[in-house]
Every structure is written in C-alpha cells, then in structure tokens.
C-alpha cells in the first residue's frame, strides 16, 4: 500500500512527543535507541555546552570554535535566537572564541555565561538571547569628589568608576593602562591601541576632563649623556612656533641655551614618536613599536598603580563573602555585585543559584589578596579554566532510578557509569564523528537527557531513561539496503530486502531471523520492489536501472524471470488483486502506467496514459469494490485509474507546485485515502471517494526524496501515519492533524529502505542493517 524510494539527505530535528519509537530487532549492531537528534549549526568543533530551564523549556547553550555561542530549544532542536559573540579587535578585526559556556540562575532569571580567549566573561539572558552585562574585575573602592566609587576593569582594558550606593557609571576610560596622582588629584593613564604611535592620554579620574595632549616628536638627540626630544612649538604660546625640547629623564623643558646647544651640537637617535604633556610637564613618550614609557611625575606613580589585564576574572570580597562584579551590557547599565556563596543544592540541569545584593559605607566591596583571589569562572561553573571542559555531568533517574555519571572518555566517547561504583553503566554514547569535547544533562518531558558537543561541529542529545543496550547482533547484507517491502511467506509475515551487494534477502518479521537462504548474483540496483503469491508461491519483483522487471523465487531458488516492459525504466512498482488475479502495476519513464499479470508474464490491456512527464510512482487500493491505481508525476498531478477498465478516473488532483515524488495509500476513518509529497516540501492527503483533499497542504517536510512509508501506530487501525527517512533518522507524522507523532528515531547510518509492517511497526534499512522499529507501547 506504500512507495519507498532511496535518499539520505542531512540530519533534521524534530521534538520529543510521548510516542516512542524502539528496536524490536536489528540484523547487524542494534542502533542505539538512546540517541535523539542532532543539532546542526555550528562551522567549527563544539568546545562546550550547558544545560537550562526557561520559562519551563529545555534549554541547551553551546560554545564553538567558530566563535559563537548559540541557544538551542530542546524539545524542537531550533534555534531560539541568533548566535551571538564575544567582542570583535578593533586592531585586527578578529573575533574572539569561546572557550567555554555554563548557565546559572541570576535572581531567578535564567542567563547563559561565556568564557572567551580576550579572558572575558559575558551573561546573556536565556529568555531574550540579549547581552545581560560582563563581569569586571574590582581594582579598588575610592572616595572621588566626596562619593564611594568603585573602579572596575573590563578585560577589554575599560576601566569603569560607579557609585557604590547607586551602581550608576560615573565615568569610563577605554584603554586604560594605569592610576597615578598627579598635582594632587587621581588620573586614568590611557594608551590608544588603534594608532600607530599608541599616544597617551591623562585623564582626570573625578570630572572626566582629558588633561594630557599628545604633540608629534620630530626628531630625538642624546648631549652629555641625555636624550632630549623635540617638538614642534605651539601656536598661541610665548614661545610662538619655535620647536620646545624637552629632557626625558625628568620630563621638563629643557632651558633656551641647553636646546640651542642641543640642536646645534646633539646626536640624533630614534625611536620616539610622540610626546604626552600635562600642564607645561612632559609625562609620557610613545615608542615606534613598543610600549610606551612614563617619565617625569607619571613615572613610579604609574608602575605603582598598572592595570593588569590579565587577572579580570577576579573575584571580590564584600563583608567577608566572596562576590563578583557585572557592568551593564550597555552605556547607560548599572554596577551590580552578585553574590557567589554556594546554596548547597545539587540540581539535575547544573544550574547554580546567585543573586545580587547592595553594598553601604559600613561594608565596603575589597579586592581579593592576589594570593587569595579565587577565579570567577570557576566559581559561577564549577569548571576548569583553560578549555573549558567538564568531563563528568551528573545525572538523577537514570535506569532504575539509580544515580549514574557520564564521563568524556579518551577515546572521545562517553561511558555511563554508576556513580556509586564507577562500574560502566550499558555501552558508552557513541555516535559522533569526531572527539567528544563536553556533556552537560538536563530533563525532558520528566526523562534524563544528555547533551554532547563534538569535534564534528554538532551536538547530540541522548535519553537516559533506560541505559542499556539492545539484544544481539545478527548477520546481513554487506552493501547498502536499497529497497525493502514485505509479505507473507506460508502463514508468517516477513520482510524482504534488496542490498548494493547484489542479494535479496527474506526475514521473519517477528524473530528477525533470515528464513530463506538469499538471493544471490543479480545484476544492477534495485529501485523498486513488491511480493506477489503466484500458485501459491511467494515471489518477489524488482525493478532497477532498465525496463524490465525480475522475478525472484526466494524460496524454490529457481533461475530468475525478466519481463521487458517497454516503459524506458520503471520507477515504481505496486501490486493489486483483478478479477480475483494478482496482478503487478508498474510506472514508467515513458508517462504511462502498465497492469502486468505476474504468472503469465504480460500485460493486462492496454497502458494507461494521461500523465504529461514521467511517472514517477504508484500506490493500489480497492475503492467501491473495484482496486483502483493512485499516481504520482513530475506533471505536479495526482491521478486515479480504475484498473478494471483502464480509464482514469476523475480530474487530476492538483494542488502541488513542482514534482510529485512519493504516493501512498491508507483508510482513514474506513475511507480508502491518498497521501503525496512533492518536491515543493509540501504533503497532501486526498480522499478518494470525493476526490477533494483533506485540510490543507502540510508543510515543513525538508526534504522530498527521502523513503517514505505509511503505517498507524495506534489502536485505531486507520490512523494514518507518515513515516520518512531523512539522513540518519525516521521521523513520523500523524496525516490528520499534521503534527508529528512519535519521537524520530536516530540511527548510525543514513536511512536508504522504509516499509510499513503489521501491527504499526516499520521495517528500516540504513545502510546495510535492516531493523524492524514498534511503537515502545508494544
């Protein structure tokens, strides 16, 4: 009653309803059920994931190498915002990676923390995907124009004053290199990066005002053992447009008859670039290619009082607890401290706890001791610095209700091991193509769930509810399963299989075991397959690359049969019951439709015309009594034939915008029915008796090409349900509602074979494994 043809396009994703697919057995490794989805987005190797709950939703964070970090909802395997990343170097114009990621819950708002190589630490908020603040390290709490300040350094080198009480910036200076006290009163040191010569700017620490200009050097000369720079006069001034040079030891100008001996009789040497000056005072000098270099007053202040970059993951210290410091994700943001006391919980999802709190004269925020400051980021995450990983996820309920741990093993594999015994607990996740490089655990729909990331750029998710594996493996085919079908071989049912390696095999559907020897020799693929009962016996036909159709005895082992049908190669096959004869229906290259009768070897009437392009497949059903054909066409048509009288009936059902790919039929509600996919992504369901289409086109279906089968999973027979491979899984929709039914069903290798089998269950090839998959209810 269905049409398969082969494909293996890419990974999907889909949610995880109620509905459970399992193995009721497989002929090589049994796929592991465990698997999910994978989710697909990230162009470099995933280097950490986390784990959250928003607004009641699953919720996975991932961190790659290719810079950013993505939000993923994991009961749909979407995306819930857009990527974000760390902060881009306005020098090099490089982005910063993502070293690693973790979640926590700030004052009950679920956020996402990111670990960059620029040593940053950002916070997103889940809910929104926006940028929720970066956190500062705490260089020191002041008195600046009689109000408590706390000054702070991002690891982009800002640093940042804000009133203790408020959390109101008060001032900011990007570039920052160091403090100093200069004529009495507190000044920020800045270096630009972004030019050339990296001048230095001072800045008045309490109002804001740059007080420092940068002039350009001209030239630089060494007399009696001094070096003196030069530089252009200033307009304005006594000295008119006469150059001033200036002693770089003490950073004071050098008097009249020492610069006129100077220019007169110095030797000139290079390497400075320019000159910083604050008040008629030289302070700085910028250096071709390095480091600029303090002098005069700036010149101890500012080695006392440098900005080390570096330490920005810092923690602090307020009334005694250990806290961290967030500025706001925007100009206008506020300072907040963020309590990081342990709440003693041990939770599922790894989420931690931490809320803000305020601060007061009587309890002033101080910098850690270096000896004693603890790192940030090991402190929100519970991880390691470095690359971020976290090797062991914990999880709660596993099989039994027992606690197990999940552990990333060398061989880049994940075991799943009883915490208590650290004994492996079932076979260890495997499935990615690359080394694991973190797990993270979290809960869906009440079952465990593990989430990995890869060094083949995805992540995998995995259910836990039950650890172990399935049963043994069995022998097949040793080349791709290209077509499958089933049938009835002396009272049992079974399921047939044709393999790249040129061999047909027959296996009971119940036991999983081959019952005949197979079929050996033939030449070409095979495309298209049915059985058919002839005299009493099972016979199998194929079609592949030609015109003709092979007829195989499984059982007798007799020599193989070929009917040339003329039809310039046949592309589907299906089989129907006239005038109480089996008869095969087969659809061809040409744009016709032929009856064959299988015991005599040729056609019944004459073909049946009216497609304009190929047919490109074929479903029967018995509709009033009489068994009637359903088609499919690149002609974007839908067409029913009686087979009695060869006569199309009806209008073409029309409704699809490109090539008609797949037809199937199925009773819904006892009404024979008609399902189509097409190329333009789109699945209708007709019924056949009115000939309208029931409900709208049902969208979303990625991929056309894919095999395809129709079966019920439920209680009610006539429960259509659409089963499609689409690269490494199955995936189901219930026909009357459009939803989809079931969760998918991942497998090793790509799916090439679906066929539909009693009892709701479904017959699968992927690559040269067969697997018979029932509803887990069964």
């Given amino acids: 009653m269905s049409e398969t043809s082969a494909g293996a396009p890419d990974d999907v994703n889909a949610p995880l309803p109620d509905q459970r697919w399992t193995v009721q057995w497989a002929d090589g490794p049994v796929p592991d059920h465990r698997r999910l989805r994978s989710l697909t987005?990230?162009?470099?190797?995933?280097?950490?994931?986390?784990?959250?709950?928003?607004?009641?939703?699953?919720?996975?964070?991932?961190?790659?190498?290719?810079?950013?970090?993505?939000?993923?909802?994991?009961?749909?395997?979407?995306?819930?915002?857009?990527?974000?990343?760390?902060?881009?170097?306005?020098?090099?114009?490089?982005?910063?990676?993502?070293?690693?990621?973790?979640?926590?819950?700030?004052?009950?708002?679920?956020?996402?923390?990111?670990?960059?190589?620029?040593d940053s630490v950002l916070g997103w908020d889940l809910a929104t995907g926006r940028a929720a603040g970066e956190f500062v390290r705490l260089v020191e709490s002041t008195v600046v124009e009689g109000r408590r300040v706390l000054l702070t350094l991002g690891a982009d080198g800002t640093l940042g004053a804000w009133d203790l009480l408020t959390g109101s910036r008060v001032g900011a200076f990007p570039s920052a290199a160091g403090l100093a006290v200069l004529e009495g009163?507190?000044?920020?040191?800045?270096?630009?990066?972004?030019?050339?010569?990296?001048?230095?700017?001072?800045?008045?620490?309490?109002?804001?005002?740059?007080?420092?200009?940068?002039?350009?050097?001209?030239?630089?000369?060494?007399?009696?053992?001094?070096?003196?720079?030069?530089?252009?006069?200033?307009?304005?001034?006594?000295?008119?447009?006469?150059?001033?040079?200036?002693?770089?030891?003490?950073?004071?100008?050098?008097?009249?008859?020492?610069?006129?001996?100077?220019?007169?009789?110095?030797?000139?040497?290079?390497?400075?670039?320019?000159?910083?000056?604050?008040?008629?005072?030289?302070?700085?000098?910028?250096?071709?290619?390095?480091?600029?270099?303090?002098?005069?007053?700036?010149?101890?202040a500012r080695q006392n009082g440098a900005l080390a970059r570096h330490r920005a993951r810092e923690t602090a210290l307020l009334d005694g607890r250990t806290v961290a410091l967030t500025a706001g994700a925007d100009e206008d943001g506020t300072l907040r401290i963020w309590d990081l006391a342990d709440d003693g919980q041990q939770r599922v999802t790894g989420i931690r706890a931490i809320r803000s709190v305020?601060?007061?004269?009587?309890?002033?925020?101080?910098?850690?001791?270096?000896?004693?400051?603890?790192?940030?980021?090991?402190?929100?995450?519970?991880?390691?610095?470095?690359?971020?990983?976290?090797?062991?996820?914990?999880?709660?309920?596993?099989?039994?209700?027992?606690?197990?741990?999940?552990?990333?093993?060398?061989?880049?594999?994940v075991a799943v091991r009883d915490r208590a015994t650290g004994r492996p607990v079932g076979p260890p996740l495997t499935g990615h193509t690359g080394k694991v490089q973190d797990v993270a655990t979290t809960a869906l729909a009440g079952r465990p769930v593990a989430v990995t990331a890869g060094a083949d750029h995805t992540i995998r998710t995995w259910d836990l509810t039950h650890v172990q594996g399935d049963g043994p493996p069995r022998s097949g085919h040793t080349g791709t399963v290209c077509a499958l079908t089933t049938g009835v071989l002396d009272g049992t049912p079974v399921a047939v299989t044709a393999g790249a390696d040129h061999a047909v095999r027959v296996?009971?559907?119940?036991?999983?075991?081959?019952?005949?020897?197979?079929?050996?020799?033939?030449?070409?693929?095979?495309?298209?397959?049915?059985?058919?009962?002839?005299?009493?016996?099972?016979?199998?036909?194929?079609?592949?690359?030609?015109?003709?159709?092979r007829l195989l005895d499984p059982v007798g082992g007799h020599p193989h049969e070929s009917v040339t049908t003329g039809q310039g190669r046949v592309l589907a096959l299906a089989t129907a019951t006239l005038t109480g004869r089996p008869v095969l229906v087969t659809a061809g290259a040409d744009r016709t439709v032929a009856v064959w009768d299988p015991a005599t070897r040729?056609?019944?009437?004459?073909?049946?015309?009216?497609?304009?392009?190929?047919?490109?497949?074929?479903?029967?059903?018995?509709?009033?009594?009489?068994?009637?054909?359903?088609?499919?066409?690149?002609?974007?048509?839908?067409?029913?034939?009686?087979?009695?009288?060869?006569?199309?009936?009806?209008?073409?059902?029309?409704?699809?915008?490109?090539?008609?790919?797949?037809?199937?039929?199925?009773?819904?509600?006892?009404?024979?029915?008609?399902?189509?996919?097409?190329?333009?992504?789109?699945?209708?369901?007709?019924?056949?008796?009115t000939m309208q289409q029931i409900g709208g086109a049902?969208?979303?279906?990625?991929?056309?090409?894919?095999?395809?089968?129709?079966?019920?999973?439920?209680?009610?027979?006539?429960?259509?349900?659409?089963?499609?491979?689409?690269?490494?899984?199955?995936?189901?929709?219930?026909?009357?509602?459009?939803?989809?039914a079931g969760n998918e069903y991942v497998l090793p290798l790509a799916v090439g074979a679906l066929g539909a089998a009693p009892g709701g269950r479904l017959v699968v090839g992927f690559g040269p494994e067969v697997a018979l998959l029932r509803p887990a209810a069964d």
């Fill in 41 to 118: 987005g990230h162009s470099a190797p995933v280097r950490s994931v986390a784990t959250a709950v928003v607004d009641g939703r699953a919720v996975v964070v991932s961190g790659s190498r290719d810079t950013t970090v993505r939000f993923w909802d994991l009961a749909t395997g979407e995306q819930l915002h857009a990527p974000v990343t760390g902060r881009t170097d306005p020098v090099s114009s490089v982005t910063t990676g993502v070293l690693s990621v973790a979640t926590a819950e700030a004052d009950g708002r679920p956020v996402a923390l990111t670990l960059h190589e620029d």
């Fill in 185 to 300: 009163r507190r000044v920020v040191l800045t270096v630009d990066d972004i030019a050339v010569d990296r001048p230095v700017r001072v800045w008045d620490l309490g109002t804001g005002e740059q007080l420092a200009r940068s002039v350009e050097v001209e030239r630089t000369l060494t007399l009696d053992g001094r070096v003196l720079a030069v530089t252009a006069g200033e307009a304005g001034t006594a000295a008119g447009a006469e150059p001033r040079l200036w002693d770089l030891a003490t950073g004071e100008p050098a008097p009249a008859p020492a610069a006129a001996a100077a220019l007169s009789r110095g030797t000139e040497v290079g390497g400075v670039s320019t000159a910083t000056v604050v008040h008629g005072r030289l302070v700085a000098v910028g250096l071709d290619g390095e480091e600029p270099r303090f002098v005069g007053p700036l010149a101890l």
């Fill in 358 to 413: 305020g601060a007061s004269e009587a309890a002033p925020v101080l910098p850690h001791e270096p000896e004693q400051a603890g790192d940030l980021w090991q402190r929100l995450s519970g991880r390691p610095t470095g690359t971020g990983n976290a090797p062991v996820g914990v999880v709660v309920g596993g099989s039994g209700g027992d606690r197990i741990a999940l552990t990333v093993e060398a061989d880049g594999t």
């Fill in 507 to 549: 296996w009971d559907l119940a036991a999983g075991q081959q019952v005949t020897a197979p079929v050996t020799g033939l030449e070409g693929e095979v495309t298209a397959m049915v059985t058919v009962v002839v005299d009493g016996r099972l016979l199998v036909v194929t079609a592949g690359c030609g015109d003709a159709l």
């Fill in 602 to 689: 040729r056609a019944v009437g004459e073909p049946l015309t009216g497609h304009s392009s190929r047919v490109t497949s074929v479903a029967t059903v018995e509709l009033a009594g009489r068994p009637v054909a359903v088609t499919g066409s690149w002609d974007r048509t839908v067409r029913v034939w009686d087979l009695t009288d060869g006569r199309q009936i009806g209008e073409p059902l029309t409704g699809h915008t490109d090539w008609v790919t797949s037809v199937a039929t199925v009773l819904v509600d006892g009404r024979p029915a008609a399902v189509s996919r097409s190329r333009d992504k789109t699945v209708c369901l007709w019924d056949l008796a």
């Fill in 698 to 740: 049902r969208t979303g279906h990625a991929d056309p090409n894919g095999p395809m089968a129709v079966t019920g999973t439920g209680a009610d027979a006539g429960l259509p349900v659409m089963a499609v491979g689409q690269g490494q899984t199955v995936r189901c929709w219930d026909l009357v509602t459009g939803d989809e």
